[in-house]
């Protein structure tokens, strides 16, 4: 029964999955679980919170399998609600942190940094680190258009249909953020050698 599913449209999987047909469900999740989880990631840069939400992601879309529409790919579907439990999760980590600061100092818990080693593979991590942070510091419309656009090599199309905007918007965007990104990594090597 799974070889005739992996035959199936997106649109038929979905009409199947309404009917409450589990396999069309896992057919729909093994399609497209590992490309929800890399955009995640990438947005968020933690991988263990990224297997999460990559789980709420499909239940938030399967339990609202009616409101999809089998005239757009189920793929650019499911990534604006991985996009929009991104944001959730930004917003909440925004709250914690801004609570987490109130408390008294003494309560901190202080972490030691890294120092410089010889070993190139911390230096790689170090420099990963520098790019994920300068990205992190691009405002949310720029940081998604450069994470689809640029790391997950989605369409321009695609970028806008799930972004909601128009193509000419979004190579605007890429335009910006690859030209803040640039900006952004300048100022932290100047900070790191002066």
């Known amino acids: 029964m799974t070889a005739d599913l992996s035959q199936c449209s ?15 469900c896992r057919e729909l999740l093994r399609r497209y679980k590992t490309g929800v989880y890399r955009l995640i990631v990438k947005q968020i840069g933690d991988a263990d919170e990224a297997m999460d939400l990559t789980q709420e992601s499909f239940v938030a879309g399967f339990s609202a399998l009616d409101r999809y529409d089998g005239d757009r790919s189920f793929r650019t579907w499911i990534a604006r609600i991985a996009l929009n439990k991104c944001r959730d999760w930004a917003r909440r980590r925004k709250v914690r942190a801004f609570f987490s600061r109130a408390l008294p100092l003494e309560s901190a818990q202080h972490v030691a940094s890294d120092g410089p080693t010889p070993d190139s593979e911390a230096t790689d991590k170090r420099e990963l680190a520098r790019v994920r942070g300068a990205i992190d510091l691009l405002p949310q419309n720029l940081r998604e258009v450069l994470l689809l656009r640029g790391v997950d090599d989605v369409s ?7 972004l909601r905007v128009s193509e000419k918007t979004v190579e605007t965007r890429l335009y910006r953020a690859r030209t803040k990104l640039r900006e952004l990594l300048a100022g932290t090597s100047a900070n790191a050698r002066g």
């Open 156 to 162: 321009q199309a695609e970028t806008a249909v799930i």
């Open 10 to 24: 997106d649109q038929e999987l979905a009409i199947l999955a309404r009917a409450h047909r589990e396999e069309a």
